[in-house]
């Protein structure tokens, strides 16, 4: 074999079965297959691994070479891949690591989690879909002091009622907020000054139009989500039932 598989026959075994030099993938196919040295209790989790994936329609294959990094990990180990990537078609990699905590002092602790390459991650995404203009409905503007938090219970709100809402810093000049609302793609912006807060009623801008309208905080989020086509001859629109 290769001399840095004859080099990790002695420090780490298990990473020969990870060696890419095609000289030695006959040999390595001839090396014994963990899967035929499992003890019961571990063959059955993998059984029952394997059973929810196919339950759940997720189309995966048995890798009896496939070996992480770090050698912290029990039972299984996996690898999302993409076929649009080439040869670095690893998206993310993990596997469970029940027995960490312990070794590191810590209390019994199952576990699980992986590690993504965000740059393959954003590739996947692009080959599967082309990027759409981002848009969201609503950008509030926290201006003057104190008003973060105020702007923060705004925004959380809205997004609890389905609305796509960022969120801007109070340190924003207007002229800046606006920059950013337009940057973010949103269609409106909030403004959300002590004023505004003092009254419960914000100043709501329609960032294609250009029309404003100061509406109550109640009113937001149906304010938004009907386009803001806001009522006339004496009408007023109603609250949304969340409050």
């Known amino acids: 074999m290769c001399g840095d598989c004859q080099r990790r026959a002695e420090t780490n ?3 020969v079965l990870d060696c890419k030099v095609p000289e030695d993938q006959p040999i390595i196919e001839s090396l014994p297959k963990i899967s035929a040295y499992l003890d019961d209790a571990c063959r059955a989790h993998f059984a029952a691994v394997r059973a929810m994936l196919d339950k759940v329609g ?6 009896e070479r496939m070996v992480r990094g770090l050698d912290y ?3 299984t180990t996996f690898e999302f891949t993409h076929g649009e990537l080439g040869a670095q078609s690893a998206v993310l990699g993990g596997g469970r690591y029940d027995g960490l905590s312990e070794a590191l002092d810590g209390p019994k602790a ?3 989690g992986f590690a993504i390459g965000e740059d393959r991650l954003i590739m996947a995404l692009q080959a599967a879909k ?3 203009p981002l848009t969201i409905d609503a950008f509030v503007a926290p201006l003057g002091a104190n008003t973060n938090a105020e702007a923060l219970a705004i925004c959380r709100k809205l997004r609890r009622q389905g609305l796509r809402v960022d969120l801007g810093d109070e340190t924003f000049r207007l002229k800046k907020s606006f920059e950013a609302a337009e ?3 949103a269609r409106y912006i909030i403004i959300c000054g002590e004023n505004e807060v003092a009254n419960n009623e914000f100043s709501v801008k329609n960032l294609s139009t250009g029309e ?3 509406v109550a905080r109640a009113e937001l989020a149906f304010f938004i989500r009907n386009h803001g086509a806001k009522k006339t ?3 007023t629109i109603e609250p949304d039932d969340q409050q």
């Open 13 to 15: 075994p298990l990473r």
């Open 110 to 112: 199952p576990g699980i």
């Open 212 to 214: 404003q309208v100061s």
């Open 58 to 63: 997720v189309p995966y294959t048995v890798n």
């Open 183 to 185: 940057r973010a793609g």
């Open 130 to 132: 082309p990027a759409e």
């Open 233 to 235: 001859g004496g009408e």
């Open 73 to 75: 990990y029990t039972r």
